[in-house]
């Protein structure tokens, strides 16, 4: 009895931490910044926020979320009104990679596969001063499945992040006229 009482206080706290050394290591996703701008726990939620619209390219599906503030302002006509969207408007842009349906009868079909990022913007003019940037605030994450963590985009990432998504505002720059949002609000 003696011997298994020393063999179970050498086990039980080597397991103990073991496994709390796992959970340690386990990512909190919204513990994630982008280097002097937005992070992830300014989006926490967006999971449950509704559809905007979806889009594919040559290399992801999108999936375009927004929160209530901006889904209101889409209701209400903007930016096909000529009117703004409001501070604290808010999209999510995950990107999957596309893989081919084995059970669709259209064998080119393809279908959103694993995750590969996901894109914020938050209205905030406030925070983002620049002038060319309407006052939209941008972030990339990198998404990593193996791992099943997120890092802020960089420089070698397909349209260039410069770790504080530099390019949200050159690119967003070409829908100025829509205040700086490519996505319109799809019809049900």
């Not at 011997?3 to 709390?20: D, E, K, Q």
């Not at 410069?162 to 690119?171: F, I, L, Q, T």
């Not at 070409?174 to 700086?180: E, G, I, N, S």
Request: with cysteine.
């Amino acid at each position: 009895m003696a011997r298994t009482s020393y063999w179970m206080m050498a086990i039980v706290p080597a397991v103990c931490a073991a496994l709390g050394g796992a959970a340690i290591s386990a990512q909190d996703k919204y513990t994630v910044q982008v280097p002097g701008g937005l992070s992830f726990s300014e989006f926490r939620g967006y999971e449950d926020w509704q559809a905007v619209s979806i889009s594919k390219t040559e290399h992801a599906f999108a999936l375009i979320l927004a929160n209530p503030v901006m889904i209101e302002a889409y209701r209400s006509g903007v930016p096909g009104n000529g009117k703004p969207f409001p501070e604290g408007s808010k999209i999510a842009k995950v990107h999957y990679k596309p893989v081919k349906s084995d059970d669709a009868p259209d064998p080119t079909t393809e279908l959103p596969g694993e995750q590969a990022n996901v894109d914020f913007i938050v209205k905030d003019s406030k925070r983002f001063t620049d002038p060319d940037s309407g006052g939209w605030g941008y972030a990339a994450f990198n998404y990593d499945t193996a791992s099943d963590t997120f890092t802020p985009g960089t420089e070698k990432d397909p349209a260039p992040q410069a770790n504080d998504a530099k390019c949200g505002v050159a690119c967003h720059a070409l829908a100025q006229t829509k205040d700086y949002i490519f996505t319109s609000y799809s019809r049900r």
